[in-house]
């Protein structure tokens, strides 16, 4: 494990590559375990003979837990940073691997589900600030590193799954909690850097003050809404494909559990390329311009989908994964330059509504599967990513820095 130093008081910029290595490490394990539980569906589904629906209220339990304490968490560091949060936050998750491992029954499922969401809750938004603090003035690339951990933990769940949960049944989830205590004491270590680096940086923030993007409260706020929209977008079909590409699959193609895991691992290894792929274009080439690509791009893929055979269907998820992930650090960045000195409570705010749009995306395309079918899930899901033509409306940051310098 790389070695944090947290012995004196230097900029984050001379310890970013430990520090940024370290919080996206434990996103790696943060979102793993986290993935464990749409991973673990077909199993509860069988076994406890749960419908669409009610696996979609599981999903719709972690995801709120997961959303709605966010932006409060990320308005309190703001104001006053809690260093050591992270570890209670993994704590969440520890105590919600080991529910999850014993359920016996729907309404217990649930409670692991919020645990495990609650621990979320925490540790995204402070998380996402820490990435901020070490990215030396790179915040596209910060935040993909951060986020591309967290792409890669999810992608593992699925293969983890499918050849150590499934054929040892629920109870080996247990195991994983092994998993929380190394982030936990990773981010103890994190909590201290982080503490430091707040003593030593405190007198000159307050100083310098936060730079002002020139735009009126209202158009601020309208843009803040579009991106929201955005993310509506994105995130209700990742739901499409997180939470029922496997049945999909096994429906369409007859392939096994373990093989439709196998797919899903792939769709998540592409978003996790596409994530670490948009934050450092980003910067590069202007943040509007990664969101036109990535959200109105993908719907050409995303319409193919329904209609293709199964090699096909392979290919265009891996395509869509790529360029639908590569959204969310721009839009997240965009939304904090529009709102500077606010970096908890925007990160809050994106992480949780981001969550909750899976959680909702799940539990309404739970019971459209229910009534109609899988099949149709992804051709009505195919059109979500056309509202992408709003990002016409979005202000042009980069031009109007140029404008005030």
Not at 132 to 155: C, D, K
């Amino acid at each position: 494990m790389t070695q944090i130093s947290i012995t004196d008081s230097r900029p984050a910029e001379t310890t970013a590559v430990a520090i940024l290595g370290a919080i996206s490490f434990c996103h790696l394990l943060n979102d793993m375990m986290q993935s464990l539980l749409p991973a673990l569906y077909p199993i509860l589904k069988t076994s406890l003979g749960l419908g669409f629906g009610q696996v979609g209220l599981i999903t719709l339990t972690y995801q709120l837990t997961a959303s709605l304490l966010q932006p409060v968490v990320g308005l309190v560091a703001d104001r006053r940073p809690r260093p050591y949060s992270l570890v209670f936050g993994m704590g969440f998750t520890f105590l919600g691997l080991l529910l999850l491992s014993r359920s016996e029954s729907f309404y217990i499922l649930l409670a692991a589900s919020a645990l495990i969401g609650l621990g979320s809750s925490v540790f995204h938004p402070e998380a996402s600030r820490v990435a901020r603090m070490a990215s030396g003035g790179r915040h596209g690339l910060a935040q993909s590193f951060f986020q591309v951990g967290g792409n890669f933990g999810s992608a593992l769940g699925p293969l983890l799954a499918a050849f150590i949960v499934l054929p040892r049944g629920q109870g080996s989830v247990a195991w994983f909690s092994v998993a929380a205590l190394l982030g936990m004491f990773i981010l103890a270590r994190v909590g201290s850097w982080y503490a430091a680096h707040v003593r030593a940086n405190t007198p000159r923030n307050r100083s310098m003050g936060a730079a002002a993007t020139g735009l009126s409260a209202k158009r601020t706020g309208f843009a803040i809404m579009i991106l929201l929209l955005l993310i509506f977008s994105k995130y209700f079909y990742l739901a499409s494909i997180t939470s029922y590409f496997t049945f999909y699959l096994i429906d369409k193609f007859q392939l096994s559990v373990e093989v439709s895991q196998l797919y899903l691992f792939l769709f998540l290894g592409a978003v996790a390329l596409g994530t670490i792929l948009g934050g450092p274009i980003g910067d590069r080439v202007g943040r509007k311009r990664v969101i036109w690509v990535s959200i109105l791009g993908v719907l050409p893929f995303t319409l193919m989908l329904p209609h293709a055979n199964l090699f096909w269907t392979g290919v265009l998820s891996v395509i869509i994964g790529v360029v639908l992930a590569s959204a969310f650090s721009a839009i997240l960045v965009f939304a904090q330059e529009l709102i500077p000195g606010k970096v908890g409570m925007v990160a809050g705010l994106f992480f949780g509504f981001a969550f909750g749009m899976g959680g909702i995306g799940a539990a309404v395309l739970g019971s459209l599967a229910d009534a109609t079918s899988i099949s149709f899930v992804y051709q009505v899901c195919a059109f979500l990513p056309a509202i992408g033509l709003l990002t016409a409306f979005l202000p042009n940051l980069r031009e109007r820095a140029t404008a005030r310098a």
